[in-house]
């Protein structure tokens, strides 16, 4: 069936980097649409990424459009997610989730729509 393992979360102040990775050993034909999401405390899940694969075409959530990328090394079955100038607002735990139909913008803001997903690591912004 596959698994996701997400790697790379921390502690890092207000204006800081840190870049996460996510191994994936579910089927190449059910991990078109990597996605990495997001839940603070007390807070519904938010869509932070979508990659397509293997095109990489991606699409961002407006709180991190800009500061965020998400890259792949297919070779390495892995998804990455950059993030840049960090904020306190963007800590949370981050999980990485595949399986889902199609791979657009819409999926951001549908988690349902990914059956397969990652323990997530957390990631904490001081300011």
């Known amino acids: 069936q596959g698994q996701l393992v997400e790697s790379g979360g921390g502690s890092v102040q207000a204006g800081g980097s840190l870049s996460l990775a996510c191994v994936s050993s579910?089927?190449?034909?059910?991990?078109?649409?990597m996605a990495w999401f997001r839940q603070a405390s007390g807070e519904e899940p938010e869509g932070v990424a979508v990659l397509i694969r293997p095109g990489g075409g991606a699409y961002y959530g407006d709180s991190v459009r800009g500061r965020f990328t998400i890259s792949q090394d297919n070779a390495k079955n892995t998804v990455y997610l950059h993030m840049n100038r960090l904020k306190p607002e963007d800590t949370a735990m981050y999980y990485c989730a595949t399986g889902a139909t199609g791979c657009d913008p819409a999926h951001l803001s549908h988690p349902e729509r990914f059956p397969y997903w990652g323990r997530g690591t957390q990631v904490t912004v001081s300011s």
């Open positions: 579910v089927h190449i034909s059910l991990s078109t649409c």
